[in-house]
């Protein structure tokens, strides 16, 4: 019998962001950040594509944790987290977009190797981070 | 005042996985899924790379949503989910592999329109997906 090694994973094609008010969760991500929608699942939940080709998916917890979906079930509660990365350079006009959206900053951090982070909180609790350079080192 | 439109976020950076038992966490992750570690945040949790440069992290969400830490906090409880993109082609050696680990394999679907997926259980219950080939189309 031949073992074959698999190949490495690529990365995370989906990330999942869990919010009871879908509608609000939504409009954040899509208002604010300007993701781009390219699926609503009734009262489910809808997938928004990154500019990589990831997907964030938003999902209502008690309807994603229900049963006699197609898929596995799942759905957790408590606030999340997620980053994004944003492009080089861009770290003041997306603080500014934010601020003049009324989106409450929480925290700035300039990280000692380099890179910098905004954290916000989405409609639904959950940290949201927008990441300007690479902050994790190997 | 010239208000500027932030350029498009890239991509998600950072997707995190709730789970209690780190240990056994990080070693599903880093054996079965064979992801790469690049920093261990004491009992909080630990980052792994990605090869497309994204960052997986595992945390305990008691550790996580605590006071005191340097960043906002967070942490969700119950099933979460994440997916994975493996190489084109790369599903029955992924599946073989799995089995042969003794990872349940929890549901398998192929898409109507295109893509494949395969479905397993993290050591916390997170649903972890395998993705080949797209999934999500415009």
Not at 56 to 63: E, I, T
Not at 111 to 117: K, L, M, N, Q, T
Request: proline share 7%; charged share 25%; no cysteine.
């Amino acid at each position: 019998v031949i073992v074959e090694t698999p190949p490495s994973i690529t990365g995370v094609h989906e990330t999942v962001v869990y919010g009871s008010e879908l509608a609000a969760l939504t409009a954040f991500y899509e208002d604010a950040l300007r993701l781009r929608r390219v699926s609503t699942m009734g009262d489910l939940g809808v997938a928004l594509r990154l500019a990589d080709g990831g997907v964030l998916l938003l999902f209502d917890p008690a309807k994603a944790s229900g049963p006699g979906r197609d898929v596995p079930s799942h759905g957790a509660t408590g606030p999340g987290h997620v980053a994004f990365t944003i492009p080089a350079g861009s770290y003041d006009v997306w603080l500014g977009t934010l601020r003049r959206r009324g989106v409450e900053i929480e925290d700035e951090i300039a990280w000692e190797r380099g890179g910098r982070s905004i954290y916000v909180r989405d409609p639904a609790g959950n940290s949201v981070e927008l990441v300007d350079g690479p902050i994790w080192r190997e």
